[in-house]
Nanobody, 121 residues
Framework: VQLQASGGGLVQTGGSLRLSCVAS????????MGWFRQVPGKEREFVGS????????YYANSVKGRATISRDNAKNTVYLQMNSVKPEDAAVYYC???????????????WGQGTLVTVSS
């Protein structure tokens, strides 16, 4: 199982970022997808998730109103768009795949390698 995240880099405070994640496990449309993030010394935290169909999305309070998760099942890809980026958004962002969805790390059984987002003030 392979998940490949991309799109990280340096973002200015107040700017936007768009992360992508391509999954190899098929059928992609069978799985819910989630985004998590982690900073050194802290636990991996839930950012948001999207149901297998894309009809339902869920967000952490810290990003609600600023983040949008979408997916393209034809491209086996999930996206995270985040606007009005804050310094506290700096982290390694991980995409993950789940048969059930949810906001806990334990609910996901496949993970990407992570992509680093740095925020400049």
């Amino acid at each position: 199982v392979q998940l490949q995240a991309s799109g990280g880099g340096l973002v200015q405070t107040g700017g936007s970022l768009r992360l992508s994640c391509v999954a190899s496990r098929r059928p992609f449309s069978r799985y819910a997808m989630g985004w998590f993030r982690q900073v050194p010394g802290k636990e991996r935290e839930f950012v948001g998730s999207i149901s297998w169909s894309g009809a339902n999305t869920y967000y952490a309070n810290s990003v609600k109103g600023r983040a949008t998760i979408s997916r393209d099942n034809a491209k086996n890809t999930v996206y995270l768009q985040m606007n009005s980026v804050k310094p506290e958004d700096a982290a390694v962002y991980y995409c993950a795949q789940s048969q059930t969805g949810g906001m806990y790390v334990s609910e996901y059984d496949a993970w990407g390698q992570g992509t680093l987002v740095t925020v400049s003030s």
